[in-house]
Structures are given as C-alpha cells and as structure tokens.
C-alpha cells in the first residue's frame, strides 16, 4: 500500500520524506489555508520538495473555470494531481481532463456509485473520506470494500485513497483490504511506528548490554 502525507505543511512533509516511506501528498483548500502563504509559492515548493503524486484541489464551480484552473496547477510540475469533488461538474471535468493526460483525485466520495461513475469518467483515484463517515456513526472501511469489490469486478484500474484516515486502526483496515493508498496525517505515520513494548524493549536490552563485558 502507498502512503501519501495529508498535509500542505512543508515542515511535516519533510519530516515524512525522512521516514523513507512516504509516497506521495495530498492537501485540500482547508488543509493549504492553515499555511497562511500564498497558494502558487506553496504549491511550487511542495512538488519540489515531494518526488511523487501532490493532489491540488479545484475550487471553482463551473466546468469551464475548473478545466482552467486544472491546467494553471498542472503546469506548476509533473507530479501534480487535480483533485476535483464528485457531482455533475466534478464528472466532466475528469473525462476533460483525462482526454488532456491530466491526472485527477475524484474527493469527497461517500459512497459506492460516486466511485463507479468517477471511475467510469476516467478518474486516475479516488478518495473515500472515511474518518468522516465514522464521524457520523457509519462505517467508513465498508465503503472502502465496496468500491474494492467493485472496482475488482470490472478489473478497473482508478486507485482508491482511503482518506480521511484518523488513527492507525484506519491505516492497518486500509491494507487488509487492499487499498491502493491510505493519504495519513503526519500525526498518524508517527503513530504507525510507536510502540510502548518496543520502547521497553530497547531500554531492557540496552541496559542488560551494559553488563556484558567487551
Ligand atoms: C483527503 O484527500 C482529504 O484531504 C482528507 O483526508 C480529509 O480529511 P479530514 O476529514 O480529516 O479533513
């Protein structure tokens, strides 16, 4: 399973590309507008600084506006993915944007059918928000094994994002699915790696080790 960095914060994906585990970002409109820097200088700096996939969202309504914004991000690098939100515009723009070779991130999916017909417009993923619908005391990880069983029957190849993601439980239901990519908060990949029997662990050992003669 690929791991993205949900954050547009330069700090943590730099402290994540440290983990040499990190493979790619996605940010959204809330998450760039906790940065207080101007968006393009941003950008610019995160696929820079960020070899693989960096998911930029759109944030216009009309189709036309959408498609011009798309292509002003795409431009920025290689590795940027338009992330477009799911509804009639969303549709076409992805079948636009994929006629143009331009990768997408079809967000804001709560169910099965939006997923499909992302799929079918030619979304390169998508991302089933699933901490949001655990939020609202639904179950999250079952929307992930719809889309999973879903897109296994037609042998489709859109990749799903479980994102979202609030706790490392998230991330480990992810990959006994078969999740493409979970996109994790920098919070949680440290989570991923913490346990309190290895900290004792290592303590117990490193001090029988001073008793040992060289
Ligand atoms: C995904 O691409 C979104 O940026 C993100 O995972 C949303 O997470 P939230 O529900 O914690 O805001």
Redesign the pocket.
């Known amino acids: 399973m690929k791991i993205f960095l ?1 954050t547009a914060n330069i700090t943590e994906i730099k402290k994540g590309l440290a983990f040499g585990v990190i493979d790619g970002v ?3 409109p ?2 760039v507008a906790k940065e207080q820097r101007e968006f393009i200088p941003l950008i610019k700096e995160i696929t820079a600084a960020m070899p693989g996939p960096v ?1 930029v969202e759109v944030t216009a309504s009309k189709p036309e506006e959408m498609i011009a914004q798309a292509e002003k991000y795409a431009a920025i690098a290689a590795n940027v993915v338009i ?1 477009v939100p799911i509804n009639l515009e969303g549709l076409q723009v992805v079948k636009a944007l994929a006629g143009r070779g331009i990768k997408t991130n079809v ?1 804001l999916i709560f169910s099965p059918s939006q997923a499909l017909l992302a799929a079918k417009a030619g979304a390169t993923y998508v ?1 089933p ?1 699933v ?2 619908i655990d939020d609202i005391s639904g179950d999250g990880m079952a929307l992930v094994e719809d889309i999973a069983l879903i897109y296994d029957n037609y042998n489709i190849a859109t990749e799903i ?1 479980v ?4 706790h490392p439980l998230h991330f480990v239901q992810a990959a006994k699915i078969g999740a493409d990519v979970a ?1 994790i908060p920098f919070v949680t990949l440290a989570q991923l790696l913490n346990h309190p029997l290895t900290a004792s662990g290592m303590e117990r050992f490193l001090k029988d080790w001073q008793k040992v003669k060289p």
């Open positions: 949900d996605t940010t959204n809330s998450l998911s992330k967000t991302s928000f901490g949001r994002i994102a979202s993601v609030r996109t």
